[in-house]
């Protein structure tokens, strides 16, 4: 069975930085053979997709939307069945709760764009809070 785990969310003060992890088990063959998403939810807001990885074979990509490039930094470590997102200048319009996904290779994540309902798998989300 796909589970997929994150941990790593917190309370931080602007400006600062948070790396979220996201431990899979289950995943056939191999989690590096699935698309990665990274999602999150403020309070009263919908929920929006803020950055993919592709497959972690041959020519991978990853996407991330405005408001977060050049601060957050999608990443795998395939030894460890593990992704993470590194989250640096973190605003207080960064608090939310934030999720992980997993889409089946060429689903999810494009280039490009997310497309937050080919994401099969969602993790139970990690609460991080950007307050001083």
């Known amino acids: 069975q796909e589970q997929l785990v994150e941990s790593g969310g917190g309370l931080v003060q602007p400006g600062g930085s948070l790396r979220l992890s996201c431990t899979a088990s289950g995943f056939a063959p191999d989690l590096v053979y699935w698309a990665i998403g990274w999602f999150r939810q403020a309070p009263g807001k919908e929920r929006e997709g803020i950055a993919c990885?592709?497959?972690?074979?041959?020519?991978?990509?990853?996407y991330y939307v405005d408001s977060v490039k050049g601060r957050f930094t999608a990443s795998r470590d395939n030894a460890k069945d593990r992704v993470s997102l590194k989250m640096d200048n973190l605003k207080p319009e960064g608090t939310a709760v934030y999720y992980c996904?997993?889409?089946?290779?060429?689903?999810?994540?494009?280039?490009?764009?997310?497309?937050?309902?080919?994401?099969?798998?969602w993790g139970q989300g990690t609460q991080v809070t950007v307050s001083s």
């Open positions: 996904t997993a889409a089946a290779a060429g689903y999810g994540c494009h280039a490009g764009r997310l497309s937050p309902g080919e994401f099969e798998y």
């Open positions: 990885m592709s497959i972690g074979v041959g020519r991978g990509f990853s």
